[in-house]
């Protein structure tokens, strides 16, 4: 008998990895363990039953979720949010009704982290079928298919303020409405279905509202945080009466503070007329969409009726340039999808003139200046420019700046007892944490700097401090100020409304750090602001600001816009910079005159030790090169 081979033995040794199993059939089957297939999951759901749960998601039942998304992402933000939404509405329905507006605007405690805001306006009114609708639905509004400047465009403000009300409170919204002396004024509450997008009147009556002739009042209980300085309900209403000096706007606050921004012009803002849209503003989808939905027979009136700045020339000229397979009278609803493709790579070609401009209603330099003038009237410089318009995308839009040096633009000199009544309203937890929060134009470095010289750990709390430790605040707040060493103040506006938040993001941002400063005299850090007393206001003014988010608080960083704002911010620097060489002229020859007024005495001296004079003879000499320096000091 031969020697086994390796091969031969390998059955054997393999005879304990083996494993017996029944088969269906009851037939033995044995296997291998590392040829087994894993076993098979157990499905959970059919597509059947995966299909039962499909179904539409209203948009107001997708933001109720999603509320951040409107700027309702704190109490403290939800509080500003609101207050803007219901303003921005009433200074739009104003000016369209030709009115000069007067805003009311009142917050009251009314609970625990309860607050009641109420918003009334001069305006035109809002008939009794329409008022649901606007503040009880979200995505409905006349603004959102005009193509001109406005407020507010996408129809959610007000009815997510309401909604936002509704989720924290259970409070509906009370709206007052009158459109004429000669009817009575209209009543109701109602909510939000957010399930349907549907309003739901809980209350409606005739009422009467003394010394009214026509006007709204709105109000909204909600959940809430109050505070003052920056990013406050305060600090958005200042901003607005700069952006806007035809406004009167007065304010009550929940400790019965009373504020007031008197008007500073008579008249209202030239109203925007609406537009087309412009042929380089649209994407494919669009124009095909566009072309399955005119009404126009003919491939040539479709272009001329649709768009802005196409004539019949232009028209002709796209067609020329679209090739073979189409023509002028081309039935628009019959032209295939590769012949749509080659149109819209026609439009892109072909020349086309720059959108109309009248669809802007800019603020315009002066006034632009009038309104900062009002809110910093202590300031030693102003000035303001307003480019010529622009285009982005098809859209177009113009920036405006104003700037002013000095002044209390950083808002650190408040007074002792402003001072206390903040840190008795705060959250904040630490001192530097307060003073990040609650002043504008104070940066890092400054806060470290004031919390340095009044003695305090950053981390100590702002209600515990004592009153000596209170004094030394203030006193230190008060000498940053002077010593001028906070960053620029920078005031972000889209069509004439504020952007409070952030602000470290976005075109203007980016476009105001990029400037070299230091070629207008002002210290910088690379990428950075300057620093020194100055408030720098940028509005965009454009028929669709391209916002970065719904809760619209930064403008997104189009090429065009960078640019367009640096420019800006550069031709009011120039002015700057001519002011700032100036008053270092005028200091270096203040020094010097001093330096020869103190020792004109020790000149009459010298002279009466030299020539022998009186002490009569001195004093007249004296007297003599003081006129002499005094007409130079005119001169």
């Known amino acids: 008998m031969g020697t086994r081979t390796k091969s031969q033995k390998e059955p054997k040794q393999k005879a304990t990895t ?5 088969s269906n059939t009851g037939s033995m089957n044995v296997y291998s363990e590392e040829h087994a297939s894993p076993p098979r999951p157990k499905r ?5 039953e995966m299909a039962k749960r499909q179904k539409e998601i209203a948009v107001s039942e997708f933001f109720a979720k999603n509320r951040h998304l409107l700027g309702f992402d704190n109490p403290r933000k939800a509080l500003l949010t609101a207050v803007k939404e219901a303003v921005d509405n009433s200074l739009d329905a104003c000016e369209d009704a030709g009115i000069l507006p007067q805003i009311h605007v009142e917050i ?35 603004k959102f298919h005009r193509l001109r400047q406005s407020r507010g465009q996408q129809g959610i403000g007000i009815s997510a303020a309401g909604m936002y009300g ?15 002396a000669r009817k009575p004024a209209y009543y109701c509450e109602l909510q939000i279905d957010t ?16 010394g009214i002739q026509h006007g709204t009042r709105v109000e909204i209980a909600l959940e809430a945080r109050f505070q003052r300085g920056r990013q406050s309900v305060e600090d958005y209403l200042l901003q607005t009466a700069i952006a806007n000096p035809h406004v009167t706007i007065s304010y009550i606050d929940p400790f019965g503070k009373e504020l007031a921004w008197q008007c500073v012009s008579q008249q209202l803002p030239d109203e925007p007329k609406e537009i087309k849209p412009h042929p380089y503003g649209i994407e494919l989808g669009i124009l095909l969409k566009m072309l399955q939905e005119t009404e126009e027979r003919s491939l040539k009136r479709f272009l001329t009726r649709s768009f802005s700045r196409v004539s019949s020339a232009v028209a002709n000229r796209i067609v020329e340039n679209a090739g073979a397979g189409l023509t002028e009278k ?15 790579a026609a439009i892109q070609k072909t020349k086309i003139s720059a959108p109309s401009v009248d669809c802007l209603s800019p603020i315009g330099s002066e006034m632009l200046e009038a309104g900062l003038r009002q809110v910093i009237p202590n300031a030693g ?111 972000r506006y889209a069509n004439r409304v504020p952007l409070l938040y952030q602000q470290s993001s976005g075109a203007v941002q980016q476009a105001v750090s990029s400037v070299n400063w230091r070629a207008y005299g002002l210290p910088q850090s690379r990428g950075s602001l300057p620093t020194g007393p100055i408030t720098l206001v940028v509005h965009i003014a454009s028929v669709w600001v391209p916002f970065t988010s719904e809760s619209k ?41 001093q330096y020869i007024e103190k020792y004109i005495p020790h000149i009459g001296i010298g002279l009466r030790e030299l020539l022998d004079l009186t002490d009569l003879e001195v004093q007249a000499l004296t007297t003599t090169l003081r006129d002499t320096l005094e007409r130079s000091r005119k001169l």
């Not at 609970?111 to 503040?135: A, W």
């Not at 509704?166 to 004429?180: A, N, Y």
């Open 553 to 593: 608080e930064a403008i997104a960083s189009y090429p065009e816009i960078i640019q367009e704002v640096k420019l800006a911010v550069r031709k009011v620097g120039l002015a700057l910079k001519s002011y700032l060489a100036l008053q270092r002229r005028s200091a270096e020859l203040k020094r010097k005159n």
């Open 330 to 344: 081309s039935y628009p609803t019959r032209i295939a999808r590769e012949e749509i493709d080659r149109l819209y």
């Open 108 to 142: 009251h405690l009314a609970g625990e982290n309860r607050y009641r805001v109420v918003i009334q306006d001069n305006g035109p009114g809002i008939v009794k079928s329409q008022i649901p609708n606007i503040f009880g639905k979200l995505l409905y509004g006349s």
């Open 381 to 491: 410089f102003y000035a303001a420019h307003t480019r010529p318009p622009a285009v982005y995308r098809g859209n177009p839009f113009q920036i405006e700046t104003a700037i002013c040096y000095g002044g209390n633009g950083s808002n650190t000199r408040v007074d002792r007892q402003t001072l206390d009544e903040m840190i008795t309203e705060t959250d904040d937890r630490t001192i530097r944490r307060f003073l990040m929060n609650s002043f504008s134009g104070i940066g890092p470095s400054n806060v470290d700097s004031v919390i340095k010289r009044a003695d305090l750990s950053p981390r100590s709390s702002p209600k515990r401090l004592k009153e000596s430790d209170l004094e030394r605040l203030h006193t230190s707040l008060q000498r940053e100020a002077i010593e001028e060493k906070h960053p620029l103040s920078l005031l």
């Open 18 to 22: 083996t494993s017996t199993t029944m």
């Open 44 to 48: 959970r759901k059919t597509a059947q």
């Open 195 to 210: 399930k349907r997008n549907k309003p739901e009147i809980i209350k409606d009556e005739d009422t009467d509202w003394e």
């Open 166 to 180: 509704l989720l924290t409170t259970g409070t509906p919204i009370k709206v007052t409405s009158r459109t004429s």
